[in-house]
């Protein structure tokens, strides 16, 4: 009598875990995009928030990098500038990196005593 081979993992389940991640993504997406209406629309509190909410839950950079600019954008400079200094810390690409040190530039002029 011989072992029987391991069966494969039930690909019930593994579609049933495809369709949950796809579900989350697209609810993520969802969520990106109201975010980003309220940026448009200028809520900018609403939208920092949204994307705080979102940012804690995925821990995407370009998440923070919209929570740092609807910061910015409702004048909190001092946690924008944190969030922002916290992105670059990732080494994010030349274009991004730029686009954030205007940020903080500008930032810097806002504030200067």
């Known amino acids: 009598m011989h072992a029987e081979a391991a069966s494969p993992r039930d ?3 593994a579609d049933t875990a495809a ?3 796809q579900g989350r993504d697209a609810e993520f997406q969802a969520r990106f995009e109201n975010g980003a209406a309220h940026l448009l629309a200028g809520d900018y509190r609403t ?5 705080a909410d979102l940012y804690q839950e995925t821990r995407s950079d ?3 990098l919209e929570w740092a600019r609807a910061l910015y954008l409702a004048g909190d400079y001092e946690t924008a ?3 922002f200094r916290e992105v670059l810390a990732d080494d994010p690409p030349l274009p991004v990196q730029s686009r954030i040190h205007s940020f903080l530039d500008d930032i810097a002029l806002r504030t200067a005593k």
């Open 19 to 21: 369709q949950t991640a």
């Open 81 to 83: 500038a944190a969030r």
């Open 47 to 51: 939208a920092a928030h949204i994307f």
């Open 62 to 64: 370009r998440v923070k």
């Open 11 to 13: 690909p019930k389940a």
